[in-house]
């Protein structure tokens, strides 16, 4: 079974940065999709970026530019760079990885930006 850990979350204002990082107990290199999701409050659950293993991302259409999704296969970690964080973007945050037809969950990290 692979675990997924999530961390990077915190509070930030308008603007800010912030780097989340998701580690993998297993290997990400054989992961066929990477992504991270996020879920506001009394909202549902939602893509915010993947990374398939031949390389093809996609994004959700409003953090396109500000955010980056990254594999590092050598440390087995999954990153996602925000940048020019907005109210909206307050979530928690999930990593998801897929090894065949296995699909696991991290267990988030909340995001807070502030106005």
């Known amino acids: 079974q692979v675990h997924l850990v999530e961390s990077g979350g915190g509070l930030v204002q308008t603007g800010e940065s912030l780097r989340l990082s998701c580690a993998a107990s297993g290997s990400t290199s054989s992961a066929v999709v990477m992504g991270w999701y996020r879920q506001a409050p009394g909202k549902e659950r939602e893509l915010v970026a993947l990374?398939?293993?031949?390389?093809?991302?996609n994004y959700k259409d409003s953090v396109k530019g500000r955010f980056t999704i990254s594999r590092d296969n050598a440390k087995n970690t999954v990153n996602l760079q925000m940048n020019s964080l907005q109210p909206e973007d307050t979530a928690v945050y999930y990593c998801?990885?897929?090894?065949?037809?296995?699909?696991?969950w991290g267990q988030g990290t909340l995001v807070t930006v502030s106005s």
């Open positions: 990374e398939t293993s031949g390389g093809i991302t």
């Open positions: 998801k990885g897929i090894w065949g037809t296995l699909e696991v």
